[in-house]
């Protein structure tokens, strides 16, 4: 897979070496901070840092730098960092941004480790600001010091107690109440330090732990890349968060995600800066349906990275996957005191693809004895108020966690009780340590402090929207069926010289002709087709072919064939074939006189089939992206599509199928034949290849394929190669030059 360098501007920039192991424990466990720009006044950000580092008991040196004190907040201060005469590990830099180049050489010639730059005014502001960005990022290359930032807002070392940020939500606040519902700690990497350190701070108001949180700021060297491939080889971070704008590292990062995969450790991503796809430049159906951030779609699905629309959803998936095991199956039990709030959850639950069953006789007999006549045992359980004054509720949650017919169980209860609890505490606990089950608690009431410590005692975080919980029991599901992809196997194809180069000089399309004839040389099977040239070759030709036919106009400079007459379906006898030929070619010469035309393609007509769509399209972060959906209208209608990362084993492939909405389509839909699943997959496989391999081609699509049924195999009806360099020059627009 190719992957585009990047540039230093703030934008791309070329990757430092990726990061291993443990390279940035010094980073995050320093053992020695200098604050340069350090001050007594802690309404200032300079005085804030060193105020969150002692509020936290940072066990280390702290060194102020600043020549206007002699101490700060009972701590020496130095006139500069070389003056301080001993080794450092990190320093905090927030001094204004002229400053900034000079005070980094100075903390080279010292020594220093690591740096992050808290000072705002780089490449964010554009202009000359971004030249002194450029001038850091080549004091890091030059230096070998690990710098992050500038615009950064710092970071957490919850476990080592380093607050290096000027953040709020790392304030000591004395009494008040901590919840700790949860053992399992998150890491989080923000690409603005205020959403990373509010999902901590939402977090830790759910009772979660934490390893670390930290922002990027502009990524002069230190990337999202490098925080989270440390994060995922982190014994210490069970679960890592994300909050994404772009990815300025991708081999660093794709790594990082693929060593993540191997080893089951979570990440969950919110990803923003959402493009509309038909901003971007469109030379197919494919295109115009993939905006940039498909590409990212692409990433997440391929390596398991569970996608969150807002933080709340983010925290949630979060909570959930750190306090409770995944689930085996999709089937949960509700189970409540309010039959209205049971009811709604389990609408909630089925909205998310989760089941809610009906429990078998055997169990509801179970708990029939447990709960008042007046109670349901059907699912949701509705134990009533009654059985939760005699224990009933929590001798029905012990008998679910032992069924096994239920995969999860989600507790909807009331806990707005200042002084009384609903199950008994250990009990709870232990059902909780247990980890049979999958346990998620929504109170349909706004929680008190005292029913919410209880449920953290026994080791749940209680979730502050239905909604959330529910999309967290979908991932949850979701995570538990996720199997890492089989590694696709590369091909060398010999494609004949000059294949690409017949394409249009503007937009950068090939023929169909052309384009399938660079797809049969890489070993995509086509069928038997004629392109006729002149009209002494069309008889013969249309013998070969067979009737019925299609006669297709080949021009590079005409991609909308339809548009100029050059399309005629179904024709069915020889003195219709000339026909339609002598009309196609008549009206190419009116309309577009001046086109290069190869002649007209002989097609025999499918036999019908499901129509599908496969797309690919070199993205410059990433490299080529798939795209698998259905065809016709379908495709533009419902945009009902399916990403990769390419190459994709056939395993991959068939995986991708199976997560269309329209599926049951390929599966035998109210009696109609299951189509050649087999053989599409095998089809989108090699296309992957294909793309891979190739990286002088921009665009693949085949639209459509038709899928016939079992054992019958797939016809290409049309074809569109783009060459890549073309694809790269063309200006955003909504049309689609090349659509045939």
């Given amino acids: 897979m190719s992957l585009a360098p990047q540039t230093i501007d703030g934008n791309m920039r070329d990757e430092a070496p990726p990061s291993r192991g443990r390279q940035l424990d010094s980073f995050f466990a320093p053992e020695s901070i200098a604050i340069i720009g350090a001050s007594p006044d802690t309404k200032k950000i300079r005085g804030l840092l060193q105020s969150m580092l002692q509020k936290n008991a940072y066990p280390g040196k702290l060194y ?40 980094l050489e100075e903390c080279a010639r010292a020594g220093v480790r690591h740096a992050v730059i808290i000072s705002s005014g780089f490449a964010e502001e554009g202009g000359s600001s971004t030249d002194m960005q450029r001038d850091i990022a080549a004091l890091a290359q030059r230096t070998q010091m690990r710098i992050s930032g500038p615009n950064a807002e710092g970071f957490y070392n919850e476990i080592g107690r380093v607050a290096a940020t000027f953040s709020p939500a790392v304030d000591v606040k004395p009494g008040a109440m901590r919840l700790a519902a949860t053992t399992r700690r998150i890491g989080i990497v923000a690409q603005s330090g205020g959403i990373g350190f509010a999902l901590y701070n939402r977090g830790r108001a759910m009772g979660l732990s934490f390893s670390y949180v930290v922002s990027t700021g502009n990524e002069v060297d230190l990337g999202i890349g490098d925080f989270l491939d440390y994060m995922v ?198 059902v909780v340590q247990s980890r049979r089950k999958t346990i998620l608690v929504y109170s349909y009431t706004i929680p008190s402090d005292f029913g919410r410590g209880k449920l953290a005692e026994a080791g749940l975080p209680v979730f502050a929207s239905l909604a959330d919980l529910g999309k967290a029991a979908r991932h949850l599901v979701a995570r538990a069926r996720f199997r890492v992809p089989a590694e696709a196997i590369g091909e060398q194809f010999q494609v004949p010289s000059g294949s690409l180069q017949c394409a249009n000089a503007s937009s950068g399309c090939l023929s169909e002709f052309d384009s399938k004839q660079l797809l049969k040389a890489c070993g995509v099977a086509l069928s038997e087709e004629r392109l006729v040239a002149n009209d002494e070759e069309l008889g013969s030709a249309m013998d070969e072919v067979g009737f019925p036919l299609a006669l ?9 064939k339809s548009e100029v007459g050059g399309v005629r379906l179904a024709i069915g006898d020889g003195q219709s074939g000339c026909a339609a030929y002598r009309e196609m070619l008549a009206q190419i010469n009116a309309r577009r006189p001046n086109a290069a035309v190869q002649g007209v393609l002989l097609s025999p007509m499918a036999k019908p089939g499901v129509e599908i769509i496969i797309g690919t399209i070199r993205d410059d972060l990433f490299g080529p992206i798939l795209m698998v959906g259905f065809g016709g209208v379908i495709t533009e209608l419902f945009n009902d599509v399916v990403y990769r990362l390419a190459p994709v084993s056939e395993a991959e492939a068939a995986a991708m199928l199976r997560e269309l909405r329209s599926a049951p389509l390929l599966e035998g839909f109210r009696g109609a034949p299951a189509a050649d699943i087999a053989a599409l997959s095998a089809l989108i496989a090699r296309v992957s290849r294909i793309a891979d391999a190739l990286p002088e081609v921009g665009e693949i699509e085949l639209n459509p394929v038709i899928v016939h049924p079992t054992g019958e195999g797939v016809t290409i009806a049309d074809a569109l190669v783009v060459r890549k360099q073309a694809s790269s020059q063309r200006q955003p627009t909504k049309a689609h030059p090349c659509t045939h």
């Fill in 233 to 430: 080889r982190d014994d210490e971070t069970d679960v890592v968060l994300l909050f994404l704008e772009s990815v300025r590292q991708p081999k660093t990062f794709l790594d990082a995600a693929t060593e993540a995969a191997r080893i089951g450790k979570p990440i969950i991503v919110a990803k923003i800066g959402k493009s509309d796809a038909g901003e971007r430049a469109a030379a197919s159906h494919t295109a115009s349906m993939t905006g940039w951030n498909a590409a990212y779609r692409a990433v997440f699905a391929k390596y398991g990275l569970i996608e969150a629309s807002d933080p709340d959803e983010a925290v949630a998936v979060a909570a959930a996957l750190t306090s409770t095991p995944p689930p085996k199956g999709d089937r949960a039990a509700v189970v409540t005191a309010s039959g209205g709030a049971g009811a709604w959850a389990a609408d909630i639950l089925a909205a998310n693809g989760v089941a809610v069953p009906e429990l078998s006789a055997e169990l509801q007999a179970e708990i029939g004895a447990l709960i008042p006549s007046y109670g349901s045992s059907r699912n949701p359980v509705d134990v009533t108020a009654q059985a939760i004054q005699t224990g009933g509720l929590q001798r029905v949650i012990e008998l679910l966690n032992e069924a096994n017919e239920i995969d999860l169980i989600v507790l909807v209860v009331s806990l707005a009780s200042e002084h009384r609890v609903l199950f008994e505490l250990d009990s709870m606990r232990s």
């Fill in 552 to 560: 297709k106009i080949q021009s590079a400079d005409v991609p909308h």
């Fill in 64 to 103: 102020p730098v600043n020549p206007s004190y002699q101490e700060i907040a009972g701590v020496r201060c130095f006139p500069s960092v070389g003056a301080i005469g001993r080794p450092i590990d990190l320093a905090l830099i927030a001094i204004p941004a002229p400053a900034v180049v000079q005070s």
